[in-house]
């Protein structure tokens, strides 16, 4: 994908109940229906603005304030709306960026916290995933298209006893047509059973410092569970790092 969130630094900006701002930087993508310009978009958080995909949405990227994008919904009324507020806008190497604001949770949860519509974890916690899996150990690595990742295509992670039924879905050929290309995906992708679904990750093993599961130690005496830093496998799994309290 071309456009990209950054999950990053702020301090105080759009934080939960309970919750502090903090700092940090890390990348995760959002839309790609937009073309993209090579060239500089932006030299300060100033030349950004963020953008939904109607212009009453709630933002989900980042455009430059000339942006045509932006400028069509200049005038535009929206109704009153309650977006989470959990993010911010930000030049990152010449491009626009949304920023997630890091923010300390007092709180554990069952499966982790849960993902707001920008992308950016919230205080919340994540709804729990009626029957889903438990471990790594319930999924299976099954192919996402009729190509699959050894073809050209893609791969996914469902649940070991829906494989079959997955696969049947996708309708393919027997000798499905498909790119002549080298594989565009993962093959070392890791089964991961995230928040009760199962996924493919090549974000590394959590760290030590880990929290906001239940199933995780509390945080030591001084430290508080900070989320949207800068460690991808946390991140993904809806968990903060044990850190010193924001200041």
């Given at each position: 994908m071309r456009w990209r969130v950054v999950l990053g630094v702020v301090i105080g900006?759009?934080?939960?109940?309970?919750?502090?701002g903090s700092t940090q930087d890390t990348v995760v993508d959002p839309p790609d229906d937009h073309p993209w310009h090579p060239a500089a978009e932006c030299t300060a958080a100033d030349?950004?603005?963020?953008?939904?995909?109607?212009?009453?949405?709630c933002p989900t990227f980042a455009v430059p304030a000339h942006d045509p994008i932006h400028e069509a919904c200049i005038g535009v009324r929206c109704p009153s709306s309650v977006c989470a507020g959990s993010t911010r806008v930000a030049c990152d190497?010449?491009?626009?960026?949304?920023?997630c604001v890091t923010m300390a949770c007092a709180d554990a949860c069952e499966d982790g916290f849960a993902t707001d519509d920008s992308?950016?974890?919230?205080?919340?916690?994540?709804?729990?995933?009626?029957d889903g899996c438990r471990a790594a150990s319930d999924c299976v690595r099954v192919r996402a298209d009729c190509c699959?990742?050894?073809?050209g295509g893609r791969d996914t992670a469902v649940l070991a006893r829906d494989a079959r039924a997955h696969d049947a879905g996708l309708m393919c050929d027997d000798a499905p047509q498909c790119p002549e290309l080298a594989?565009?995906?993962?093959?070392?992708?890791?089964?991961?059973?995230?928040?009760?679904?199962c996924e493919l990750s090549t974000a590394g093993?959590?760290?030590?410092?880990a929290c906001g599961r239940l199933d995780l130690p509390a945080c030591p005496i001084g430290q508080v569970c900070v989320i949207n830093g800068n460690n991808l496998?946390?991140?993904?799994?809806?968990l903060g790092l044990c850190q010193p309290p924001p200041s």
């Open positions: 900006l759009g934080a939960a109940p309970g919750c502090q030349d950004c603005v963020a953008a939904g995909s109607k212009c009453c949405d190497h010449g491009r626009c960026v949304l920023a992308g950016c974890l919230t205080c919340s916690c994540a709804a729990p995933v009626h699959g990742c050894p073809h594989a565009i995906c993962s093959l070392d992708a890791a089964l991961a059973c995230v928040q009760g679904r093993s959590l760290p030590g410092n496998p946390a991140n993904e799994q809806g």
